[in-house]
């Protein structure tokens, strides 16, 4: 399957300046070093353009234009603006998903 022009990753050009580390730190910094959507502060946080690189290239260094995402909130969104459909949460998916959270953040509970 050919993977189309108009979503390759336009930021490139962009994120692997000097100018985007600085406001990189700036923009974690605003958002307290936890993901906007879902408030996870452990694991990789990413820097996403509000506003795609692609479509608003004068926003690219607009600290306006930036939001501190975790990996899968920042993939989730990039999905749906590329034309993917918005992931089905189950009820049973939720529940599984906070059984997850809560071994990560108390690995050994009572028994």
């Given at each position: 399957?050919?993977?189309?022009?108009?979503y390759h990753?336009h930021?490139?050009r962009?994120?692997?300046?000097?100018?985007?580390?600085?406001?990189?730190?700036?923009?974690l910094e605003r958002?307290?070093?936890?993901?906007?959507?879902c408030?996870?502060t452990?694991g990789?946080?990413?820097i996403?353009?509000?506003?795609?690189v692609?479509?608003?290239?004068?926003?690219?260094?607009?600290v306006?234009?930036?939001a501190t995402?975790?990996s899968?909130?920042h993939?989730r969104?990039?999905?749906?603006?590329?034309?993917?459909?918005?992931?089905?949460?189950t009820?049973d998916r939720?529940a599984?998903m906070?059984?997850?959270?809560?071994?990560?953040t108390n690995p050994?509970p009572?028994?």
């Open positions: 399957m050919a993977v189309s022009n108009d990753r930021s490139r962009v994120t692997s300046t000097k100018r985007w580390q600085v406001l990189r730190q700036i923009v958002d307290g070093w936890a993901c906007v959507d408030g996870q452990r990789r946080l990413e996403d353009h509000v506003k795609p692609r479509t608003r290239p004068d926003l690219a260094f607009d306006a234009n930036c995402r975790c899968p909130c993939t969104k990039t999905r749906i603006e590329c034309g993917h459909p918005a992931p089905i949460v009820h939720k599984w906070r059984a997850v959270a809560d071994l990560a050994n009572a028994t």
